[in-house]
């Protein structure tokens, strides 16, 4: 009988994972989150690759529809100047509102009989046995010269040649997704040149902690003509194939979010000196479309050192190790080719080319799919 009991920082969706998947096995588990649910997240809310598998395996696949998720199964690119073919995924990812798919995940994680304790930001310093770090990502003001943050929005009455639309610029890409009942998700990860603060839209919102994940941006008074600003970000440059498919867009306010100070540099698990998962080890660049897969694999490698440390059959250290090794394992050639895609997408020259020619080649598309997920 499991009696090591598992405290789980972070009700992402990589703390949620583990905790559903520790509770399957009967392990005491509590999950203390800093915010509450629902909520919106930037997130391009477009889950794709091995984590899909995981959710199966859970048994939680099969809730998702439920709880809105649509299959997406074709996907274009454009640049400024460019546009790609409508390409055909190779398996079919879903589209899903981070504000349903959070909430699902915890209540299936209560259903289960495990403990969250929204509202509450653990503040220690030091992760000790039986606490895993699931605190998404790591801040970083400046990455090689630049300031990056992401932001989202939900809208209506975006016209969409495909399931998911790739917009380039020379400073951002921006995802456009279909969801359900005519809605779409834009989200998009934007870079400004680190220097004196320009009024970066999120810079002031910087929380005290690791995580940057700001609380959706209600449009307060005060607030309302600098929302209605950082909504301009979203649709580029007058005459881009971003800015004609944005002209009517009818923004839904509310679920506005934004994250700054991120960081897209691999690390590796175990050169972290806790137990983490998810983002908390590192984020993938967001253009992959992998990074909550990441978070679901993560949380499942995690389960079963997990739950032997619980019933006593490996020490703490044991069990760390074993779940950085196989993270790492698992992610390290994958966080290769996607930084080396993201550098290469923010190529300005290249921009034109890339979106026409890629998606072209068979070949080079495959590959790029599959070493990116
Ligand atoms: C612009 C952008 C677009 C993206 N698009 C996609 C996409 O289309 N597809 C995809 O798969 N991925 C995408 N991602 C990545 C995806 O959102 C993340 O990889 C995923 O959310 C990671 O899950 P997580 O559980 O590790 O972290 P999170 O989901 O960030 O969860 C971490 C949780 O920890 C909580 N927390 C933090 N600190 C504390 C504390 N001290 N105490 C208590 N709680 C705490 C936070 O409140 C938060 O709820 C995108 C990311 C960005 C930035």
Same mark, same amino acid.
């Given at each position: 009988?499991?009696?090591?009991?598992?405290?789980?920082?972070?009700?992402?969706?990589?703390?949620?994972?583990?905790?559903?998947?520790?509770?399957?096995?009967?392990?005491?588990?509590?999950?203390?989150?800093?915010?509450?649910?629902?909520?919106?997240?930037?997130?391009?809310?477009?889950?794709?690759?091995?984590?899909?598998?995981?959710?199966?395996?859970?048994?939680?696949?099969?809730?998702?529809?439920?709880?809105?998720?649509?299959?997406?199964?074709?996907?274009?690119?454009?640049?400024?100047?460019?546009?790609?073919?409508?390409?055909?995924?190779?398996? #079919?990812?879903?589209?899903?509102?981070?504000?349903?798919?959070?909430?699902?995940?915890?209540?299936?994680?209560? @259903?289960?009989?495990?403990?969250? /304790?929204?509202?509450? @930001?653990?503040?220690?310093?030091?992760?000790?046995?039986?606490?895993?770090?699931?605190?998404? @990502?790591? *801040?970083?003001?400046?990455?090689?010269?630049?300031?990056?943050?992401?932001?989202?929005?939900?809208?209506?009455?975006?016209?969409?040649?495909?399931?998911?639309?790739?917009?380039? &610029?020379?400073?951002?890409?921006?995802?456009?997704?279909?969801?359900?009942?005519?809605?779409?998700?834009?989200?998009?990860?934007?870079?400004?040149?680190?220097?004196?603060? @320009?009024?970066?839209?999120?810079?002031?919102?910087?929380?005290?902690?690791?995580?940057?994940?700001?609380?959706?941006?209600?449009?307060?008074?005060?607030?309302?003509?600098?929302?209605?600003?950082? *909504?301009?970000?979203?649709?580029?440059?007058?005459?881009?194939?971003?800015?004609?498919?944005?002209?009517?867009?009818?923004?839904?306010?509310?679920?506005?979010? &934004?994250?700054?100070?991120?960081?897209? !540099?691999?690390?590796?698990?175990?050169? &972290?000196?806790?137990?983490?998962?998810?983002?908390?080890?590192?984020?993938? #660049?967001?253009?992959?479309?992998?990074?909550?897969?990441?978070?679901?694999?993560?949380?499942?490698?995690?389960?079963?050192?997990?739950?032997?440390?619980?019933?006593?059959?490996?020490?703490?250290?044991?069990?760390?190790?074993?779940?950085?090794?196989?993270?790492?394992? /698992?992610?390290?050639?994958?966080?290769?080719?996607?930084?080396?895609?993201?550098?290469?997408?923010?190529?300005?020259?290249?921009?034109?080319?890339?979106?026409?020619?890629?998606? !072209?080649?068979?070949?080079?598309?495959? *590959? *790029?799919?599959?070493?990116?997920?």
């Amino acid at each position: 009988m499991p009696t090591n009991p598992i405290t789980i920082i972070g009700g992402g969706l990589a703390g949620l994972t583990l905790g559903i998947g520790l509770r399957q096995k009967s392990v005491l588990v509590t999950v203390l989150e800093a915010g509450h649910y629902p909520r919106h997240r930037v997130c391009g809310e477009f889950i794709s690759g091995h984590g899909q598998a995981t959710l199966a395996r859970l048994g939680l696949a099969d809730k998702l529809p439920a709880a809105g998720a649509m299959p997406a199964s074709t996907t274009q690119f454009f640049s400024p100047r460019a546009k790609s073919a409508i390409r055909k995924l190779r398996e #079919p990812a879903w589209s899903i509102s981070r504000y349903a798919l959070d909430a699902l995940l915890a209540d299936e994680f209560r @259903r289960l009989g495990g403990e969250i /304790r929204e509202n509450e @930001r653990w503040r220690g310093n030091e992760y000790t046995a039986g606490m895993v770090r699931a605190t998404g @990502r790591r *801040l970083q003001p400046v990455e090689n010269g630049w300031r990056w943050f992401g932001l989202k929005v939900h809208a209506r009455n975006v016209p969409l040649n495909a399931d998911l639309e790739m917009h380039l &610029s020379p400073s951002s890409y921006l995802g456009i997704s279909r969801l359900k009942d005519g809605e779409v998700n834009i989200c998009g990860l934007f870079r400004r040149a680190a220097g004196p603060e @320009r009024g970066a839209p999120v810079r002031r919102e910087h929380g005290e902690s690791r995580t940057t994940e700001l609380e959706p941006q209600a449009p307060q008074f005060a607030e309302k003509s600098r929302l209605k600003s950082e *909504l301009q970000t979203f649709r580029g440059a007058p005459g881009s194939p971003r800015f004609e498919r944005l002209a009517n867009a009818v923004f839904d306010e509310d679920s506005f979010c &934004s994250v700054a100070g991120l960081s897209l !540099r691999p690390h590796r698990a175990a050169q &972290s000196g806790d137990c983490c998962i998810g983002d908390g080890i590192t984020m993938i #660049p967001p253009v992959t479309g992998n990074g909550m897969s990441m978070a679901f694999e993560s949380a499942e490698l995690a389960i079963e050192p997990l739950a032997a440390y619980s019933r006593g059959q490996l020490t703490w250290n044991e069990a760390q190790a074993t779940i950085a090794r196989a993270c790492d394992e /698992r992610f390290a050639r994958r966080l290769a080719w996607a930084w080396g895609l993201q550098r290469l997408l923010f190529m300005a020259a290249l921009q034109d080319s890339l979106v026409k020619f890629v998606p !072209r080649w068979e070949r080079l598309w495959r *590959l *790029l799919l599959d070493r990116t997920r």
